[in-house]
């Protein structure tokens, strides 16, 4: 007898700033104006809200693709980063897919060198806290129940509070839209908060994090070494194979206690 699967969604979305296309991302349609401004706050296109007028898709309503382009307007002032050689604004240099995000920027060096280490969390987070947020997250993951194909991001205070938790085809996005979430809300940067990821923690995952001021980083599978080096340099405590009770610690131990 033949059966039904549920398989997850996948689609483009274009970004747009004033028109002009700085990326165009794989992803799991929802939630895009979280993923839009999570994406720009880890670009370093925006700081807060404040920086932006507008997002809003384009083309007439009713057409089937005008869901899957954004245009963002930013206040006056706020300038996105343009190529000193051609002098137009800088874009990602390939097509940021599912997989990868990571993909296309012209020098993860000059990235890296930007990077001043973390300050801002005045307290550490329970060890039971960080293993409780990585448990939550498989409970709240229920496109990837359905589907088998999701990825998932959450952020958890160090109260053990469930802020916010997102899904996505791609696990950077799922991230955007976390983050994003507390672009819209005014709560960036997210000191005393862990974000935590399905999967494995790549360079980007913990970029993203740096770039809202997120001091812990704990996921369910591996570290890349990008995403150690950079943890360490960026004083953020970042931790694998978080299982039940058991995790390895591969930046900044001390923030975790008990």
């Not at 997002?55 to 009713?62: K, L, S």
């Not at 005393?192 to 770039?211: P, T």
């Not at 001091?215 to 943890?231: E, Q």
Request: charged fraction near 25%; hydrophobic fraction near 40%; proline fraction near 4%.
């Amino acid at each position: 007898m033949d059966e039904r699967d549920d398989v997850v969604v996948e689609e483009p979305l274009e970004i747009r700033i004033a028109g002009e296309t700085i990326a165009v991302t794989m992803r799991t349609p929802g939630h895009d104006r979280e993923l839009v401004l999570g994406f720009m706050l880890a670009e370093g296109i925006i700081t807060s809200a404040m920086d932006v007028m507008t997002v809003t898709y384009c083309g007439r309503i009713g057409d089937e693709a005008r869901e899957n382009t954004i245009d963002v307007t930013l206040v006056p002032g706020v300038r996105p980063p343009f190529d000193p050689e051609t002098g137009l604004l800088t874009r990602r240099g390939t097509l940021t897919t599912s997989a990868c995000g990571v993909c296309g920027r012209r020098s993860i060096d000059d990235l890296v060198e930007s990077i001043r280490p973390l300050t801002g969390a005045d307290r550490g987070v329970e060890r039971s806290t960080l293993a409780g947020a990585v448990r939550a997250l498989r409970d709240r993951q229920w496109i990837f129940g359905r589907t088998g194909g999701c990825h998932a991001a959450s952020l958890v205070d160090f109260d053990g509070r469930v802020v916010a938790t997102f899904e996505d085809v791609g696990r950077h996005n799922a991230v955007d839209k976390v983050l994003g979430s507390r672009v819209l809300a005014g709560e960036v940067p997210c000191s005393n908060h862990v974000l935590v990821v399905s999967g494995r923690s790549s360079f980007e995952i913990v970029q993203k994090a740096f770039s809202a001021g997120v001091p812990v980083v704990g996921s369910v599978s591996a570290p890349s070494s990008l995403a150690i080096d950079l943890a360490k340099r960026a004083n953020i405590t970042l931790a694998g194979f978080v299982r039940d009770e058991a995790m390895n610690v591969y930046a900044s131990p001390e923030r975790i206690v008990g």
